[in-house]
């Protein structure tokens, strides 16, 4: 796998190839990743895997024409073959009015932050002891049954952009992963458990039997489960399950959604969608951040922003091709693959916390649910409507009953958004961040 330095020659190498046969612009990335993972099972070795892989993508301006194509196989030969092939595709394509790089104006100066992302590798040993630590501690909770395994990884990626208007940046990162999942309870009454960490250092990770034992846990705390009674109730999401709501959002007022009208928020650029309070920030340069980066799909520097203040919405996510559809500037959230033309993304998404404690909030509910898991994907951006099959416990009298299963949970996100409430417990350990939150008045479907 190439260094940073190296990998922005190969780019830079690679656009000159295809201005030579005839591109008026373009630009070309680079992705590189190298991993090791061990797997243990009861105690004994499951697996070991090691991989590597390298892409060059490289998107090319004929005029307003425009094509992308991409490829693993990095000798000057099959680069040769895929700058003729690219420029060939761009001859012949459509005309498109927004296509085209990033605004030159906008591009970064200077040298990327050190956002502190790269850390040393462990050795396969550490890597088996890690994995076996943690499974050991979640068969050791009583009621635990099975193992399904644990893992540890380390991974190391490399990401090169070059445009041919000015831009050259690259940088790279590290990740350290650890997980275990195990079964309690017999027969038809299983129910499984499990956890899992990541983060670009390994000391900032739970300790492997800290993982283990809250896997088991989580197995050991859903036997039994029943289901409950049907009609509008509170709805408390766990922080696992709260962030998909906060994905949501990000789908919902990026560019593309926007400029296709294809979005519930369309009309709600600079209004109160969210309760007094909540405020959701996206800070692609937090340090040690699990989505950071110095810069974006488009060469443009990435930079802090706030996606809703105090309960209004800020605006949309833009790149270049969104933007110019809108009549506006990129924002900074492209985001680059080794294939196609740049898309949408947020970084490191955080829901500030609010003040109240989870005890607090949950105190007056006489009967409601809280929510550990979902299932399914049931969510449509054009409408806001949202329906999903949950699991979790109820909540009685304030507090925290017995596991429950099989429900459904539904409501339309708009008014999710409107009442939302957020507890004090916020830790920052995804890239989507949020403490528990509350919704009233949700139709959940039991019984």
């Known amino acids: 796998m190439l260094r940073p330095d190296e990998a922005k020659d190969r780019c830079a190498a690679l656009l000159a190839r295809a201005k030579a046969l005839g591109a008026d612009a373009g630009d070309a990335v680079y992705l590189g990743k190298s991993s090791q993972s061990v797997e243990m099972r009861l105690g004994a070795l499951e697996g070991v895997d090691r991989s590597e892989a390298e892409h060059l993508g490289l998107r090319v301006f004929v005029g307003k024409r425009s094509a992308t194509v991409s490829s693993s196989a990095l000798d000057?030969?099959?680069?040769?073959?895929?700058?003729?092939?690219?420029?060939?595709?761009?001859?012949?394509?459509?005309?498109?009015?927004?296509?085209?790089?990033?605004?030159?104006?906008?591009?970064?100066?200077?040298?990327?932050?050190?956002?502190?992302l790269v850390s040393d590798a462990p050795g396969p040993e550490a890597l088996r002891q890690t994995a076996l630590e943690i499974e050991d501690a979640a068969r050791s909770i009583a009621g635990v049954t099975n193992s399904e395994g644990a893992s540890a990884s380390y991974g190391r990626g490399v990401v090169a952009l070059v445009t041919s208007h000015g831009f050259a940046g690259g940088y790279e990162q590290a990740n350290h992963s650890r997980s275990g999942a195990v079964v309690a309870g017999q027969g038809s009454g299983?129910?499984?458990?499990?956890?899992?960490?990541?983060?670009?250092?390994?000391?900032?990770?739970?300790?492997?039997?800290?993982?283990?034992?809250l896997a088991g846990s989580r197995a050991v705390e859903r036997l039994n489960p029943a289901s409950?009674?049907?009609?509008?109730?509170?709805?408390?999401?766990?922080?696992?399950?709260?962030?998909?709501l906060i994905g949501h959002l990000v789908h919902?007022?990026?560019?593309?959604?926007?400029?296709?009208?294809?979005?519930?928020?369309?009309?709600?650029?600079?209004?109160?969608?969210?309760?007094?309070?909540?405020?959701?920030?996206?800070?692609?340069?937090l340090p040690r951040g699990m989505r950071s980066h110095p810069f974006d799909g488009e060469g443009l520097p990435a930079a802090a922003s706030r996606l809703v203040e105090d309960g209004v919405l800020?605006?949309?996510?833009?790149?270049?091709?969104?933007?110019?559809?809108?009549?506006?500037?990129?924002?900074?959230?492209?985001?680059?693959g080794g294939g196609g033309s740049p898309g949408v993304a947020a970084s490191n998404v955080t829901l500030l916390p609010g003040s109240e404690s989870?005890?607090?909030?949950?105190?007056?509910?006489?009967?409601?649910?809280?929510?550990?898991?979902?299932?399914?994907?049931?969510?449509?951006?054009?409408?806001?409507?949202?329906?999903?099959?949950?699991s979790g416990f109820r909540i009685v009298d304030g507090q925290v009953a017995g596991p429950v299963a099989g429900i459904t949970i539904a409501a339309n996100m708009k008014d999710m958004f409107a009442r939302m409430r957020a507890a004090d417990d916020l830790e920052i350990i995804q890239a989507i961040n949020v403490p528990t939150l509350r919704i009233d008045g949700m139709t959940v479907a039991g019984d």
């Open 228 to 244: 409950m009674k049907s009609g509008q109730m509170p709805v408390v999401f766990d922080p696992r399950v709260g962030r998909s």
């Open 314 to 336: 800020a605006g949309w996510l833009l790149d270049s091709a969104s933007a110019r559809k809108l009549g506006r500037r990129p924002t900074g959230h492209a985001a680059r």
């Open 76 to 116: 000057p030969a099959s680069l040769d073959e895929l700058a003729e092939r690219v420029v060939l595709m761009a001859r012949g394509a459509p005309e498109d009015p927004f296509a085209g790089l990033a605004p030159e104006d906008m591009l970064m100066q200077g040298a990327p932050a050190d956002l502190d």
């Open 358 to 390: 989870v005890a607090d909030m949950i105190a007056d509910i006489a009967d409601g649910v809280w929510v550990t898991e979902l299932i399914g994907q049931g969510f449509s951006v054009v409408t806001g409507d949202y329906s999903r099959g949950a």
């Open 252 to 285: 919902a007022i990026s560019g593309s959604e926007i400029a296709r009208g294809a979005s519930f928020l369309a009309d709600c650029e600079g209004q109160r969608i969210f309760a007094p309070g909540i405020t959701i920030a996206d800070d692609p340069l």
């Open 190 to 213: 299983m129910e499984r458990g499990m956890a899992w960490r990541a983060a670009h250092h390994a000391e900032d990770l739970l300790p492997p039997a800290e993982i283990g034992r």
